[in-house]
């Protein structure tokens, strides 16, 4: 399924992450990103890295198997991940967006997928 929307926006800490949608192919899911960021970061010096927590309904969590980041602007980025194995039988994905490095994460508002057939 192409195009599930998401329109998610949520910001933390002067970062801003926007999902406008996912794409679902199989048992492939494409979550497309995009990131704002605080005028003083820029992604070549961006201190954390961008990451997506993806569980299932049923508590089935999925690990990130590819990703794409690049700069659209000085201060914003955009991008895909790609996780892997969505179980058969999911209806509903829950997506934590996060941001972290050694010493700190920064853990933007959960939200929910629906997927329908």
């Given at each position: 399924?192409?195009g599930?929307?998401?329109?998610?926006?949520d910001s933390k800490?002067?970062?801003?992450?926007?999902?406008?949608?996912?794409?679902?192919?199989?048992?492939?899911?494409?979550?497309?990103y995009n990131?704002?960021?605080?005028?003083?970061?820029?992604l070549?010096?961006?201190?954390?890295v961008?990451?997506?927590d993806?569980?299932?309904?049923?508590?089935?969590?999925?690990?990130m198997?590819t990703?794409?980041?690049g700069?659209?602007?000085k201060?914003?980025?955009?991008?895909s991940?790609?996780?892997a194995?969505?179980?058969?039988?999911?209806?509903e994905?829950?997506?934590?967006p996060k941001?972290?490095?050694?010493?700190?994460e920064i853990?933007?508002?959960?939200?929910e997928?629906?997927?329908?057939k």
């Amino acid at each position: 399924m192409k195009g599930i929307k998401a329109n998610y926006r949520d910001s933390k800490n002067g970062f801003t992450i926007f999902v406008p949608s996912l794409d679902i192919t199989g048992y492939t899911i494409n979550l497309h990103y995009n990131i704002q960021m605080p005028s003083n970061y820029a992604l070549y010096n961006l201190p954390y890295v961008t990451g997506f927590d993806v569980k299932d309904e049923f508590g089935n969590t999925y690990e990130m198997i590819t990703n794409l980041t690049g700069s659209t602007t000085k201060h914003a980025a955009k991008g895909s991940f790609t996780f892997a194995n969505i179980q058969s039988g999911t209806k509903e994905l829950i997506i934590t967006p996060k941001l972290y490095n050694d010493n700190e994460e920064i853990i933007f508002d959960s939200f929910e997928v629906t997927i329908t057939k």
